[in-house]
């Protein structure tokens, strides 16, 4: 079945005001961890569930993938959903947080929307058709001196405790930029290289839900995806977005 933008941005916006109402009653909200640094609450939960009850009811055809509840059997074409991305962020009452909503087929991405409620802002994307921001045509930024470029990226590789925790690399690009950013949900962050706000974002030890929707908007706004060594595609173990034009002077540093 065709998947019309406009009939998944109903489904996500619905998904958001329930993020939302939560939102804004933090201090009834249950905050759990998963792991050591790792949350979840009851607005990830609820929010999933809606999703996956809205989505699967809508689109039989598709199976589900999402963070908090896991895989359906069918996985060839299948939504891949992050409920909350910036779920700490979320529970500290922050307003960078989203909900990410892909579908992907044959491991192909067809379309995907990341919307942050609390920021009012409804990104999307539809395969070779272009990326909008709140309906508006959106594209990356024309930055091309890496010395003069905002960059973004994040420490979730921190929390497993790895070796290559992204510090190095961090001090490296930093003293090569001019502007750093850690948002904390990478969802967002892809977008913002999408919407041109940051040249490029860099992180490692992501889940695909937590990239997939982000991804397709950014390459359909013009970015390049690769991995730290510069191969094009999506590994969220190792993704790196930029406009294109500061790839090979930031690859180096990688
Ligand atoms: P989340 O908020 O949905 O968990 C920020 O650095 C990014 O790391 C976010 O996309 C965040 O997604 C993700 N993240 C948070 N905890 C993580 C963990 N324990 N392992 C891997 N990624 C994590
Ligand atoms: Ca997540």
């Known amino acids: 079945m065709l998947i019309s933008v406009h009939d998944l941005e109903t489904v996500v916006r619905a998904a958001g005001a329930i993020a939302l109402a939560h939102f804004n009653d ?18 990830d939960v609820a929010v999933e569930a809606f999703l996956k009850a809205e989505l699967t009811q809508k689109y039989p055809e598709y199976g589900f993938w999402g ?35 892909a579908l992907e087929i044959d491991q192909e991405l067809i379309i995907g929307a990341v ?5 009012g ?20 930024s024309s930055e091309s001196h ?22 190095d690399r961090f001090a490296r690009i930093a003293q090569s930029t001019t502007g750093q950013r850690r948002f904390g949900s990478a969802a967002m962050d892809l977008c913002l290289v999408a919407d041109g706000q940051v040249d490029a974002f860099w992180e490692q030890e992501l889940n695909l839900y937590d990239v997939a929707a982000g991804a397709l908007i950014a ?12 191969n094009k595609g999506i590994f969220p173990k190792q993704i790196l977005v930029t406009n294109g034009k500061i790839l090979d002077q930031i690859l180096p540093l990688m």
């Open 115 to 119: 919307f942050a409620p609390a920021l």
């Open 121 to 140: 802002d409804y990104y999307t994307a539809v395969k070779g058709k272009g990326a909008w921001k709140n309906g508006s045509p959106i594209s990356v």
């Open 67 to 101: 963070e908090e509840s896991g895989q359906s059997a069918d996985q060839s074409a299948r939504w891949v959903v992050d409920p909350i991305d910036g779920t700490h962020s979320f529970s500290r009452g922050q307003y960078f947080w989203s909900i990410s909503v």
């Open 26 to 43: 933090l201090k009834n909200l249950a905050v759990n961890k998963k792991s050591p640094r790792d949350f979840v609450t009851d607005a």
């Open 146 to 167: 890496l010395a003069d470029a905002m960059v973004a990226t994040g420490f979730a590789c921190l929390r497993s405790y790895l070796p290559d925790n992204n510090l």
């Open 219 to 230: 390459q359909e706004a013009g970015a390049t995806v690769t991995d730290f060594q510069g």
